[in-house]
């Protein structure tokens, strides 16, 4: 049997304290290391907002001009069509699969010749209905690499499918339906709201593809 001094007693008390405070701090720690963790899982407000209607400002949006915005985690367009751009969409009415839009690819609103509420602005869901790649904005009338035929419009480098400037797929192309239109509404001349209607409705709306 050991004998226990005052000194080992001593001893003994400081190494339960250097514990007890290494444990306390150790465990601060895990808590402050978890804390970044748990609001990294939490979901971002862009997240939330991911199916939420957006509002896209088209005032300095110039003929011809094409931008991308986002929306449920999709790519958006929004075209400024030229009028010489209008002019030939009549003429392709023989060239496209579904020139009427009959297929329920957008909603009533814009199943006309030009896929839009308002002739000039072109809105679409950017994603090709073959096989879910991104097309190209190719306005240039006639380039070397889509031949003498072409008149402007939407290519997919993917598996060459082809669209117009109203988003209608060309006879010959792979892709089966047109370009998706999402619902939208003006808020006023120069503001679009995509993702309802302006009665607030369509909000859940999807095309039969995008």
Not at 93 to 115: F, H, I, M, T
Request: glycine share 8%; aromatic share 8%; net charge neutral.
């Amino acid at each position: 049997m050991t004998a226990t001094t005052a000194d080992d007693d001593h001893d003994h008390s400081r190494r339960r304290f250097l514990v007890a405070a290494t444990s306390v701090v150790g465990g601060a720690g895990l808590v402050a290391a978890a804390v970044p963790f748990v609001s990294y899982m939490e979901p971002s407000a862009r997240a939330r907002a991911a199916g939420a209607p957006i509002q896209v400002d088209i005032s300095k949006l110039e003929p011809g001009q094409l931008i991308t915005v986002q929306w449920r985690s999709r790519p958006i367009w929004v075209l400024h069509r030229t009028k010489d751009q209008l002019k030939v969409l009549p003429t392709l009415d023989s060239e496209c699969k579904d020139p009427k839009s009959a297929e329920p690819q957008q909603l009533a609103v814009c199943q006309n010749g030009n896929r839009s509420e308002r002739p000039e602005h072109f809105v679409a869901v950017a994603i090709c209905t073959h096989l879910g790649c991104i097309p190209t904005y190719r306005p240039t009338i006639a380039p070397q690499d889509l031949g003498p035929s072409w008149k402007g419009g939407f290519f997919c480098p993917c598996h060459g499918s082809r669209y117009d400037l109203a988003g209608r797929v060309f006879q010959g192309s792979p892709a089966p339906l047109n370009l998706p239109v999402p619902p939208y509404y003006y808020v006023s001349d120069t503001v679009l709201r995509i993702g309802e209607t302006g009665n607030g409705k369509d909000q859940n709306w999807h095309p039969q593809t995008w």
